[in-house]
Nanobody
Framework: QVQLVESGGGLVQAGGSLRLSCAASGGGTFSSMTMAWFRQAPGKEREFVAAKTIKDVTYHTDSVKGRFTISRDNAKNTLYLQMNNLKPEDTAVYYC?????????????????WGQGTEVTVSS
């Protein structure tokens, strides 16, 4: 069983930056999983943000392209999301997710493991 723990959220002004981290532990093999970030704003459905496969194939949703960058350090079993030029509409709880496959899917149902989330608030 894989455990995922996010950190790095907080309150930031529009135009600012944050770096989220997701530490993985447990019985799974981090380096064999596709890792992803999702977010859920108040009153909205959870949405895909970015993902990175075992072979370093990367995909970012259009609304964050050029501002957010997903990366992973397999030696540290850690996933990151560098978020620059933050906007108020980026305010959400951000979740780390993992799936036992080397493909990216955008649906949250495609991911086997989830963290508890870290809250990001962007003020205008």
């Amino acid at each position: 069983q894989v455990q995922l723990v996010e950190s790095g959220g907080g309150l930031v002004q529009a135009g600012g930056s944050l770096r989220l981290s997701c530490a993985a532990s447990g019985g799974g093999t981090f380096s064999s999983m596709t890792m992803a970030w999702f977010r859920q704003a108040p009153g909205k459905e959870r949405e895909f943000v970015a993902a990175k496969t075992i072979k370093d194939v990367t995909y970012h949703t259009d609304s964050v392209k050029g501002r957010f960058t997903i990366s992973r350090d397999n030696a540290k079993n850690t996933l990151y999301l560098q978020m620059n030029n933050l906007k108020p509409e980026d305010t959400a709880v951000y979740y780390c997710a993992a799936r036992d496959a080397d493909t990216i899917v955008l649906a949250s149902t495609g991911y086997n493991y989830w963290g508890q989330g870290t809250e990001v608030t962007v003020s205008s």
